[in-house]
C-alpha cells in the first residue's frame, strides 16, 4: 500500500484516481458477501481470493511505470515535523474506529441483533456498495471543492455513525450499512490525498510509510480499547460502541487547532 499510495502523486486527479482505486477494492467485496456468502466456504474463499488478487494486479505490474524521482531523506525531520504528527494523529482517532468496526461487526450484528450468518453477510456486503459509490462520490468532490475542504468531514461522519448504530432498529441496519461504506471510502479515499497536497512532495513516499503504520497501529490499538470497553461495561456491546464516538471527537478537536496551517 505504500508504493501504490506514492504512485497517486503522478496522476493529475489525484481524488478521482484515489476514489476509484477504493471503488474497485470494495466492488469484489460486495459480490463474493452478497451472492456467493452461501457457497464460499474456508479454506476454498482463500485460494478464489488470491486468484481474483493476483489476476488484478498482473495489469499494474506490467503496465504502470514507476516514477523515477529521488531525492535524500531526513526521517529526523519528518518526525520533528509536528503539523505531520498532529494530522496522523488526528487521522489515527477515525482509523481506530473504522479498523475496529471492520473487526468486530460481524460479532456486533450477532451479539445484538442475533443475526444469523448469512444475514451478517449481505449487510456487510450491502455496505461495501456503499464504500463504491462513496469512492467515486469522494474522490469527485476532493478534487472539485479540495481535499482541505472534504477531508475533515470524516470526523463528522463517524460520529454520526457511532450515534445511529447506537439508535438503529433492526430493520433499519441495511442503510446504515450503507452509510458506513460512505464513512469507509471517504476515509481511504481522501487521507492519502490529503498528505499528498500539504506536505512536501519529495517526502511523500516515506510519509505513507507512517501513513501506513498509523493503520497497522490503529488495529491493535482499536480492539484493546474495544476489549477494555467490553470489560468496563460488563459486555455491553451497544455501550461499548457509542463510547467510542470520544475517538472521532477527539481527532476533530487535534484537527481543527491545527487547520489553519493546512488550509
Not at 488478487?53 to 535524500?72: C, D, M, Q, S, V
Request: hydrophobic residues 55%.
Amino acid at each position: 500500500m505504500v508504493f501504490y499510495n506514492s504512485l497517486l502523486i503522478g496522476f493529475e486527479q489525484k481524488g478521482f484516481t484515489s476514489g476509484i482505486g477504493v471503488a474497485f477494492g470494495y466492488i469484489g467485496s460486495a459480490f463474493a458477501l452478497i451472492f456467493l456468502a452461501n457457497s464460499l466456504k474456508e479454506p476454498q474463499i482463500y485460494v478464489y481470493v488470491t486468484i481474483i488478487f493476483t489476476l488484478l494486479f498482473i495489469p499494474a505490474i506490467l503496465f504502470l511505470e514507476n516514477p523515477e524521482k529521488k531525492a535524500l531523506i531526513s526521517l529526523k525531520e519528518i518526525v520533528k515535523d509536528k503539523s505531520f504528527l498532529l494530522f496522523l494523529i488526528s487521522l489515527l482517532s477515525i482509523t481506530e474506529v473504522a479498523n475496529t468496526l471492520i473487526a468486530m461487526m460481524g460479532v456486533y450484528l450477532r451479539e445484538v441483533y442475533d443475526l444469523e450468518n448469512i444475514e451478517i453477510y449481505k449487510i456487510i456486503g450491502l455496505s461495501a456498495i456503499g464504500g463504491v459509490l462513496g469512492g467515486i462520490l469522494w474522490g469527485f468532490l476532493t478534487d472539485k471543492l479540495g481535499v482541505n475542504r472534504i477531508f475533515p468531514l470524516g470526523f463528522f461522519l463517524w460520529s454520526i455513525f457511532i450515534l445511529l448504530l447506537y439508535v438503529t432498529p433492526k430493520n433499519l441496519l441495511i442503510p446504515l450499512g450503507f452509510f458506513a461504506g460512505l464513512s469507509l471510502s471517504h476515509l481511504w479515499t481522501t487521507g492519502r490525498v490529503f498528505l499528498i497536497k500539504n506536505f512536501p512532495q519529495n517526502t511523500v513516499s516515506v510519509r505513507m510509510s507512517f501513513l501506513s503504520l498509523s493503520e497497522r497501529v490503529a488495529s491493535s490499538v482499536g480492539l484493546g480499547l474495544w476489549s477494555l470497553l467490553l470489560f468496563i461495561t460488563n459486555n455491553n456491546f451497544k455501550l461499548s460502541a457509542l463510547l467510542l464516538i470520544a475517538l472521532p471527537l477527539s481527532g476533530a478537536i487535534i484537527y481543527f487547532l491545527t487547520f489553519f496551517k493546512w488550509k
